[in-house]
């Protein structure tokens, strides 16, 4: 089943991260513009643009798939770019939710 079409599971709490070769199966599912930071406990990815109004736009589209999702990511949005950073804040590290979630917001940004 690809990411995309999976639900998040919100996160307790007590579930370990994944290891290093899970997170490596999972990165090739997602967009090439994703990296892994914090030591490969966090998601990022950057996008630029020419104005304000389109990384808003994206931002508040995000922001209504988090809400229905559960599952809530840091954005940073200003004049041309807009970062989204994605992990488990609970175990500060990630979980296949992150990964399906990332997949949601490529399916945003690309159509």
């Not at 579930?15 to 999972?26: S, T």
């Not at 200003?78 to 917001?105: M, P, Y």
């Amino acid at each position: 089943m690809s990411l995309v079409t999976k639900k998040c599971t919100p996160c307790s709490g007590g579930v370990p991260p994944l290891e290093k070769d899970e997170i490596e199966v999972l990165m090739k599912e997602l967009s090439p513009r994703w990296r892994l930071t914090h030591g490969a406990k966090r998601l990022l990815r950057k996008e630029s643009f020419d104005d304000f109004l389109k990384p808003m736009e994206f931002a508040n589209e995000i922001g209504k798939m988090a809400e229905e999702q559960w599952h809530h990511p840091e954005l940073h949005v200003g004049h041309g770019h807009l970062d989204i950073e994605v992990w488990t804040h609970k175990i500060n590290g990630l979980v296949e939710s992150d990964f399906i979630f990332a997949s949601k917001v490529d399916r945003i940004l690309e159509g």
